[in-house]
């Protein structure tokens, strides 16, 4: 859910969302130069050895196990998100006006955390960076495959009631299941087929290990984006336990309001 906030120092206004660290078990740091939210899964490996802190920003210990920003500056432990024109940090005392103002919430008692290291972060512009995990130490690359699957509002429910947990059985008519291999295929799937057939629709990410799958071929469904696994019907229980955390729903359409941002 997207709201304005203005900066304290040049007066402009921004666009942001203010995102619960509880929905996805979530840790996040800001970039030092241009405010960037970096947000942290606890659902995805972290490299090894690593203990990340959910629901809070992260500790000092993690920065030196993150990629630099995009612009170059870094996800440090105590940065704050920054005014996307003049770059001033943002206050996070100022902040409370306009974040209180537009929670639903505070009209009934919920009060923003005044700080920018508790359970709330914002994202400032849509500039935010996902698990920038340093590529030299990130285990996905090697025992991990990150999956994406779009979903219908009644798979969505299935999968809501064995708490994210995994999928549920396929359907006598449904011999295959289709886990596909980036966000922008799962989401067309999501966007161009879910919707018409059902109203809404969702995608999902989920972490596999690299083990399990390599006994199924990637299929090609019409170009390098449209990747996909078909997995046959009844190895789904053995797919399920091979998924590593969570399944986290990244996208719904057609409002494609992140939906890890509530008030
Ligand atoms: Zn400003
Ligand atoms: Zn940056």
């Known amino acids: 859910m997207k709201h304005v906030g203005s900066c304290d120092r040049c007066k402009r206004s921004f666009e942001y969302e203010l995102i619960h660290n509880g929905f996805n ?20 490996p972290a490299p090894e050895g690593t203990t990340l802190r959910v629901h809070q920003q992260i500790s000092k210990d993690i920065e030196e196990l993150l990629e630099p920003c995009r612009c170059g500056g870094h996800f440090t432990a105590n940065a704050s998100p920054r005014c996307p024109y003049c770059k001033s940090p943002l206050s996070a005392v100022e902040a409370a ?14 009060r923003w955390q005044r700080d920018w290291a508790g359970l709330y972060c914002i994202i400032v512009q849509e500039n935010r960076s996902s698990d920038p995990w340093r590529m030299d130490l990130a285990r996905s690359n090697t025992e991990f495959v990150t999956l994406f699957r779009p979903v219908g ?35 067309k ?9 059902s109203g809404s629709g969702y995608v999902t990410r989920f972490t596999v290990r690299r083990a399990f799958l390599s006994r199924y071929e990637i299929h090609n469904a019409g170009g390098e984006n449209f990747r996909e696994y078909w997995i046959p019907a009844e190895d ?5 336990r091979n998924i590593v955390g969570k399944i986290e729903l990244i996208k719904k359409f057609p409002a494609d309001d992140d939906i890890a941002s509530r008030t």
């Not at 078990?25 to 995805?44: E, F, K, L, N, P």
């Not at 006006?97 to 919920?110: D, H, L, M, Q």
């Open 25 to 44: 078990d979530s840790a996040y740091a800001y970039c030092d130069t241009c405010g960037c939210t970096a947000m942290i899964s606890g659902w995805r």
């Open 97 to 110: 006006t306009w974040i209180e103002a537009n929670a639903p919430g505070a009209s009934k008692g919920w």
């Open 153 to 187: 509002p009644d798979e969505l429910g299935l999968i809501q009631a064995i708490d994210f947990c995994g999928f549920p059985p396929r359907l006598p008519e449904q011999p295959l299941f289709y886990p596909v291999l980036t966000e922008a295929y799962a989401s």
């Open 189 to 197: 799937i999501a966007r161009d087929w879910n919707v018409p057939a």
């Open 236 to 240: 789904i229980d053995e797919f399920n």
